[in-house]
T-cell receptor
Framework: DVKVTQSSRYLVKRTGEKVFLECVQD?????MFWYRQDPGLGLRLIYF???????EKGDIPEGYSVSREKKERFSLILESASTNQTSMYLC????????????FGPGTRLTVT | GQNIDQPTEMTATEGAIVQINCTYQ??????LFWYQQHAGEAPTFLSY??LDGLEEKGRFSSFLSRSKGYSYLLLKELQMKDSASYLC??????????????WGLGTSLAVNP
């Protein structure tokens, strides 16, 4: 079974703090994704990575950065957390074979106060 | 532009059949996915269609018509545990090296006894 894990299920941070969200997958997938999910807005892609050290902006990259130093690990960084970044953050990875379905981690519910 | 539409909410009765529709407009269509998401949990992959027709998987079936930009997810013999949000997502050859998905907002299905 594919396993995608995220470092925390729940996280509370203060405005202005630097926040690291980590995602690890154990199936040697090359493609990894970070989304945020908000009521009424659905899943929105923040960044994705198709190889080590490679990254591409998604639909809402502002206020975020990512790091992919190893194939199995994809980190999302909030340089200076703001209250509008309170959300559910979901990591996903995709195998190299069709249909390239995305496997999701359990999610991190981040609250910025 | 690229767009996916699905109903916001649906209600059905335990033991019944329900059909959740999804319409899409996208260039370079390269497959349509259905995911199930229970409240507070991550989405899980249900089905994939890339050719026209019906794909059946147990109680769940998914249909695709590429010429109409239309898909539906059919759930038979509804159970209470089927109460969840159902997300339609489309992959486009034009988006993010063919690995990025365009997501609908999801249809929240409530199954009543």
């Amino acid at each position: 079974d594919v396993k995608v894990t995220q470092s925390s299920r729940y996280l509370v941070k203060r405005t202005g703090e630097k926040v690291f969200l980590e995602c690890v997958q154990d199936m040697d997938h090359e493609n990894m994704f970070w989304y945020r999910q908000d009521p009424g807005l659905g899943l929105r892609l923040i960044y994705f990575s198709y190889d080590v050290k490679m990254k591409e902006k998604g639909d809402i990259p502002e206020g975020y950065s990512v790091s992919r130093e190893k194939k199995e690990r994809f980190s999302l960084i909030l340089e200076s957390a703001s209250t509008n970044q309170t959300s559910m953050y979901l990591c996903a990875s995709t195998p190299q074979s069709t249909p390239y379905e995305q496997y999701f981690g359990p999610g991190t519910r981040l609250t910025v106060t | 532009g690229q767009n996916i539409d699905q109903p916001t909410e649906m209600t059905a009765t335990e033991g019944a059949i329900v059909q959740i529709n999804c319409t899409y407009q996208t260039s370079g269509f390269n497959g349509l996915f259905w995911y199930q998401q229970h409240a507070g949990e991550a989405p899980t992959f249900l089905s994939y269609n890339v050719l026209d027709g019906l794909e059946e998987k147990g109680r769940f079936s998914s249909f695709l018509s590429r010429s109409k930009g239309y898909s539906y997810l059919l759930l038979k013999e509804l159970q209470m545990k089927d109460s969840a949000s159902y997300l339609c997502a489309v992959r486009s050859l034009r988006a993010g090296n063919n690995r990025k998905l365009i997501w609908g907002l999801g249809t929240s299905l409530a199954v009543n006894p």
